[in-house]
């Protein structure tokens, strides 16, 4: 499969964008879809992921509250709904997908593939 992240811009404090990860060349059934996100200078980090199930959500500490992840499979597409922006979530955001399930270690990237370009995300202060 393979996944395209898009909906980044510049936005100012406090807004709002919602990001979007297509999938081709394969339906996104059976997968999880983690969201990440870069910094310059930072290492990656796990932003939210959603199982297959559609089930249990996880959320980074830094975004619970204000990102919510979805999924609509009749589009092959996960979403990242990004509200209250701050500036340090100024990054490139990333889609990834894993079997099934996020996994206890979703967060680091493990056993996630299929890396979609990523989009950027500029807040201004």
């Known amino acids: 499969v393979q996944l395209q992240a898009s909906g980044g811009g510049l936005v100012q404090a406090g807004g709002s964008l919602r990001l979007s990860c297509a999938a081709s060349?394969?339906?996104?059934?059976?997968?999880?879809i983690g969201w990440f996100r870069q910094a310059p200078g930072k290492e990656r980090e796990g932003v939210s992921c959603?199982?297959?199930?559609?089930?249990?959500?996880h959320y980074a500490d830094s975004v619970k509250g204000r990102f919510t992840i979805s999924r609509d499979n009749a589009k092959n597409t996960v979403y990242l709904q990004m509200n209250s922006l701050k500036f340090e979530d100024t990054a490139n955001y990333y889609c990834?997908?894993?079997?099934?399930?996020?996994?206890?270690?979703?967060?680091?990237?493990?056993?996630?593939?299929?890396w979609g370009q990523g989009t950027q995300v500029t807040v201004s202060s």
């Open positions: 990834a997908a894993a079997y099934l399930r996020c996994g206890s270690s979703w967060s680091r990237g493990a056993n996630f593939g299929s």
């Open positions: 060349g394969d339906t996104l059934d059976d997968s999880a």
């Open positions: 959603i199982p297959s199930s559609g089930g249990y959500l």
